[in-house]
């Protein structure tokens, strides 16, 4: 029996875990749950007029990306001290990662007990 594509894509709304190494060698994980449609036109429109490079990848840096326990790694009041102070290509390589859904499932993380549809 064929399965509904709709239930197959509401499983892929997990939450996932990236583990990125900065440049310092320093590894840190990165909890997120992938990007939905209504985000990323969500995410444009706010970034429609910033004309700064990595606008937008900024912005969906600060509105996904969580520690474990749920909390927001970042804040918008924070853009202008992330783009002066952190390694462009550390927080690129977060960008990446969430854009590109990257990472592992959280719930198959054996280290995590978390995971699973937790929003």
Partial sequence: MAKNIKELLKKTRQRRKAEITLS???????YFL????AEDEKI????ENDKRPNAYGFRVLVNKAEYEDGTKMFNLAELGMMRQEFAKADLQQMMIALIDNGGVLASEDPKSDKGGDQE
């Fill in 34 to 37: 992938p990007l939905t449609e």
């Fill in 44 to 47: 444009r429109e706010a970034v």
């Fill in 24 to 30: 310092t060698g320093d590894v840190v994980e990165m």
